[in-house]
């Protein structure tokens, strides 16, 4: 029900919000991970892109920078189960 009421919520947001909003999610993830695993190897990427309103990079800039910090995420996950031996 909560997941429901959340996509909901979203669907009603402008591009601009909805963009915003998906960066902001997932700085939250890669600092539960960061913060979990104490990640201390840096991966060989750039960091997290923060959102900044009112950019005027295309679509296509904007979904490059979100594939960015999800592979940033998974990086990190990745690291943290090698070190805990998965």
Same mark, same amino acid.
């Given at each position: 029900?909560?997941?429901?009421?959340?996509?909901? !919520? =979203? #669907?009603?947001?402008? &591009?601009?919000?909805?963009? !915003?909003?998906?960066?902001?999610?997932?700085? !939250? +993830?890669? &600092? *539960?991970?960061?913060? *979990?695993?104490? =990640?201390?190897?840096?991966?060989?990427?750039?960091?997290?892109?923060? #959102? *900044?309103?009112?950019?005027?990079?295309?679509?296509?800039?904007?979904?490059?920078?979100?594939?960015?910090? +999800?592979? +940033? +995420?998974?990086?990190?996950?990745? =690291?943290?189960?090698?070190?805990?031996?998965?």
């Amino acid at each position: 029900m909560e997941y429901e009421n959340l996509i909901s !919520k =979203f #669907y009603d947001l402008s &591009t601009e919000d909805k963009k !915003k909003e998906i960066y902001e999610e997932i700085d !939250k +993830i890669k &600092t *539960v991970i960061d913060t *979990v695993s104490n =990640f201390q190897k840096s991966p060989n990427s750039n960091k997290i892109i923060k #959102y *900044v309103s009112g950019n005027n990079d295309s679509e296509d800039d904007n979904l490059t920078k979100l594939y960015n910090n +999800i592979m +940033i +995420i998974e990086e990190s996950l990745i =690291f943290y189960l090698k070190d805990s031996g998965y």
